[in-house]
C-alpha cells in the first residue's frame, strides 16, 4: 500500500523561529513530491513540487528537500510568522498517474507571539 | 477571481436527507477530482473527470455518492440519505493535463458538510 507519514503530527513554535517538518513515503513507482499548505477550513494551497531530480526547491521562506534514495523529503520554514500557523501537507504522486495523488495527514503548525 | 470554487462553502443538512454540492474548475483545466477531508486527514481521493468522462471511482464512493460533469466545466457531487459519518470537507480540485510529470492540482476552498 503506499503510504505517506509525517512528522511531527504538531509543532508549536515562536515567532521569527525556524522548523524542519518531516515526510517519509513508500510511493511507488514515484512521479513527484508537493507541500501544500492549508489554512483551516481553506483548501491546500501548493507550496512545492519536485520531481525524482530535484533534491531542493525554495519558494520564499519555504525550503524542501528530497532524497529519492531514501523516500524522505522535508520542509524548513525560515523566520516564521503567524500566518504560517496551517497544516502542512507532503503529497507523493504515483508515476504517470496524474491523479494518484498520496495525501499525508499533515503537520499542523502553530507560530505564538 | 480565476480559481477553482465551490458552492456552498459550509452546508448543514439533516441525516436521511440529500445534498448536493458545485465545483467550477479553473477554465481552462479538463481534469477535475472530488476529495473528501476529514478533522485531523489529508484529503481522500473519491473520484475524477477528464473532461465529461468520470475516468476512476475511489471504493470510498458507496452508491449514494455520485459525481457528474456533464458538458466537461462544472461539476456536482451529491450525497443522497446522508448519514452523520458523511460529515467532513469536500474539496474540489482541478488541472489540465500535461505529458509532464507536473500535472499540478489547484484546490478550491471546499464544503464544509454537517450532519445532524
Known amino acids: 500500500k503506499n503510504q505517506v507519514e509525517q512528522s511531527p503530527q504538531s509543532l508549536i513554535i515562536l515567532e521569527g523561529k525556524n522548523c524542519t517538518l518531516q515526510?517519509?513515503?513508500?510511493?511507488?513507482?514515484?512521479?513527484?513530491l508537493r507541500w501544500y499548505k492549508q489554512d483551516t477550513g481553506r483548501g491546500p494551497v501548493s507550496l512545492t513540487i519536485m520531481t525524482f531530480s530535484e533534491n531542493t526547491k525554495s519558494n520564499g521562506r519555504y525550503t524542501a528537500t528530497l532524497d529519492a534514495d531514501t523516500k524522505q523529503s522535508s520542509l524548513h520554514i525560515t523566520a516564521s510568522q503567524l500566518s504560517d500557523s496551517a497544516s502542512y501537507i507532503c503529497v507523493v504522486t504515483v508515476s504517470n498517474s496524474g491523479y494518484a495523488l498520496n495525501f499525508g495527514k499533515g503537520t499542523s503548525l502553530l507560530v505564538t507571539p | 477571481d480565476t480559481g477553482v470554487s465551490q458552492d456552498p462553502r459550509h452546508k448543514i443538512t439533516k441525516r436521511g436527507q440529500n445534498v448536493t454540492f458545485r465545483c467550477d474548475p479553473i477554465s481552462e483545466h479538463n481534469r477535475l477530482y472530488w476529495y473528501r477531508q476529514t478533522l485531523g486527514q489529508g484529503p481522500e481521493f473519491l473520484t475524477y473527470f477528464q473532461n465529461e468522462a468520470q475516468l476512476e471511482k475511489s471504493r470510498l464512493l458507496s452508491n449514494r455518492f455520485s459525481a457528474e460533469r456533464p458538458k466537461g466545466s462544472f461539476s456536482t457531487l451529491e450525497i443522497q440519505r446522508t448519514e452523520q459519518g458523511d460529515s467532513a470537507m469536500y474539496l474540489c480540485?482541478?488541472?489540465?493535463?500535461?505529458?509532464?510529470?507536473?500535472?499540478?492540482?489547484?484546490f478550491g476552498p471546499g464544503t464544509r458538510l454537517t450532519v445532524l
Open positions: 480540485a482541478s488541472s489540465y493535463r500535461t505529458s509532464g510529470a507536473n500535472n499540478e492540482q489547484f
Open positions: 515526510c517519509n513515503y513508500t510511493v511507488s513507482p514515484f512521479s513527484n
